[in-house]
């Protein structure tokens, strides 16, 4: 990367975007409607269970121009899904902008480890224990959507759902090699505390990115 890109990228002109594809939300609360896709390279909280760990370097994905990607994306859709990798790592408000200025509601699926920027209108918030969430995200989380990899995962669930305003859904979602052991365990819980949902990764079962 030059010095010019790394101006650009700094000032949210250019994005390093991984991929950006049209398909269905298969996550949380809007599971099931068409959503647009853009997924940005670069994260650095590092779970070891993550499933797009190739997203983690931002220097393996092309840059692309913030202002074309989002004409690219409000073609398709007016639903955008912005993710990661860690979308936050970078300024969203070009990006952001012109997908408003043609119309786009936006969301966006975030650990919340990196300061909020651009204009949201749906955050889902998954926190990793890796690196925890500033706190100005928890208020303004509309879901909070905690991945189950191991018992202690629930322990730190309910810490992370006392954090977030009352009108925040709550979803527990298994990690995905370990759903045939926790689900069970989701289904427990949540009996026992029905304040949470359960999120499941359908895409997957949809055989669809």
């Not at 070891?48 to 220097?59: G, I, L």
């Not at 954090?163 to 759903?179: A, D, G, I, P």
């Amino acid at each position: 990367m030059n010095k010019e890109q790394d101006i650009l990228l700094k000032e949210g002109k250019m994005l390093p975007v991984m991929e950006h594809f049209y398909t269905l939300q298969g996550e949380g609360a809007h599971t099931g409607k068409a959503a647009y896709f853009i997924r940005l390279g670069g994260c650095d909280v590092g779970c070891h269970w993550c499933d797009v760990k190739e997203s983690w370097d931002p220097e393996l994905h092309p840059l692309m121009d913030a202002v074309e990607i989002a004409e690219t994306a409000a073609k398709h859709c007016k639903t955008i899904v912005l993710t990661g990798g860690e979308p936050l790592t970078w300024n969203l408000e070009i990006l952001t902008s012109k997908l408003k200025e043609l119309g786009c509601t936006i969301h966006i699926e975030t650990s919340g480890a990196y300061p909020m920027s651009g204009h949201l209108d749906w955050i889902t918030l998954s926190p990793k224990k890796t690196g925890l969430p500033k706190e100005e995200i928890y208020q303004k989380a509309h879901e909070l959507k905690v991945i189950i990899f191991n018992n202690h995962d629930f322990a730190f669930a309910q810490e992370q759902a006392a954090k977030v305003s009352e009108n925040c859904k709550l979803y527990l979602q298994s990690e995905w090699s370990k759903r045939n052991d926790m689900y069970p365990k989701i289904t427990d819980f949540i009996l026992e505390h029905p304040e949470w949902q359960a999120s499941v990764q359908t895409h997957k079962y949809l055989n669809i990115p």
